[in-house]
Nanobody
């Protein structure tokens, strides 16, 4: 069974940076398409960034130029480097894995972590 565990969330001031990590454990011989999602209170879960098995990436417009998604297959890890953070980036961030690549649709991912909280103050 595959498990995803996020870490690296926290509280920062606007303009600050955070690096989120997601460790994949279990059946790691399979290479998954990976993504980061986020969900703020009272809002729907939205896709932030995705990376496929050959490291091609895609981002939602609101984070382009500020966030960078990466993966280290040897370490079974996924990362999200977040810079120039804004209060509107505050949310619970989720790591996700699935078989369909290059998509930010929630229903295209069937493995999810528990989430890590990011709070950005103005």
């Amino acid at each position: 069974q595959v498990q995803l565990v996020e870490s690296g969330g926290g509280s920062v001031q606007a303009g600050g940076s955070l690096r989120l990590s997601c460790m994949v454990s279990g059946r790691t011989d399979r290479r998954y398409c990976m993504a980061w999602f986020r969900q703020a209170p009272g809002k729907e879960r939205e896709g932030v960034a995705t990376i496929d098995t050959v490291h091609r990436t895609s981002y939602t417009d609101s984070v382009k130029g500020r966030f960078t998604i990466s993966r280290d297959n040897a370490k079974n890890s996924l990362y999200l480097e977040m810079t120039s953070l804004k209060p509107e980036d505050s949310a619970t961030y989720y790591c996700a894995a699935g078989a369909i690549c290059y998509t930010l649709r929630v229903d295209h991912y069937d493995l999810w972590g528990q989430g890590t909280q990011v709070n950005v103050s103005s």
